[in-house]
């Protein structure tokens, strides 16, 4: 009887190793690649450009600038919003009297990045923290 919930446990646990593994090893290779490719990004679109005729190189690595500039600005926006979230968050949280006010803005940090769930998923993380830890916010 013992010897079959050992067996199941270890198994259990072994899948969940494995599964972490697995996690661990596609993260290591999104960055490499995310490396390889802001390092060659260049070459690697001056050989898709080549490889085109050449009448449309043109239209091509313009459609390619005005892409760069979107990102560039879109990734600065995201960026200040975040900043300013969280300064509010600071402030917010400051003004209640949450204990470690910084730190829980900070931790909702990176939320800010994830479309429309990253932010109600971090205030239900910190609405439990305030739960757990039994803050009482007007009493």
Same mark, same amino acid.
């Not at 892409?67 to 600005?73: I, N, R, V």
């Not at 009297?97 to 932010?119: D, H, K, N, Q, T």
């Given at each position: 009887?013992?010897?079959?919930?050992?067996?199941?446990? *270890?198994? $259990?646990?072994?899948?969940? +190793?494995?599964?972490? %593994?697995? @996690?661990? &090893? !596609?993260?290591? =290779?999104?960055?490499?690649?995310?490396?390889?490719?802001?390092?060659?990004?260049?070459?690697?679109?001056?050989?898709?450009v080549?490889?085109?005729?050449?009448?449309?190189?043109?239209?091509?690595?313009e459609? *390619?600038? $005005?892409?760069?500039?979107? +990102?560039?600005?879109? %990734?600065? @926006?995201? &960026? !200040?919003?975040? =900043?300013?979230?969280?300064?509010?968050?600071?402030?917010?949280?400051?003004?209640?009297?949450?204990?470690?006010?910084?730190?829980?803005?900070?931790?909702?940090?990176?939320?800010?990045f994830?479309?429309?769930?990253?932010?109600?998923?971090?205030?239900?993380?910190?609405?439990?923290?305030?739960?757990?830890?039994d803050?009482h916010?007007?009493?």
């Amino acid at each position: 009887m013992h010897g079959k919930d050992m067996l199941e446990t *270890l198994t $259990d646990l072994s899948m969940k +190793l494995l599964s972490a %593994a697995g @996690s661990i &090893v !596609l993260l290591l =290779i999104v960055l490499l690649l995310s490396y390889l490719l802001l390092r060659n990004g260049p070459d690697l679109l001056e050989g898709i450009v080549c490889a085109l005729p050449p009448a449309s190189r043109p239209k091509f690595q313009e459609i *390619l600038r $005005d892409e760069h500039d979107f +990102l560039k600005h879109w %990734a600065r @926006s995201v &960026v !200040l919003c975040a =900043i300013i979230t969280d300064a509010i968050y600071v402030i917010a949280f400051s003004l209640l009297r949450v204990p470690y006010s910084v730190l829980l803005a900070l931790m909702m940090f990176p939320f800010e990045f994830i479309p429309l769930v990253g932010p109600p998923l971090a205030f239900l993380i910190v609405l439990i923290i305030a739960a757990v830890t039994d803050f009482h916010a007007f009493g």
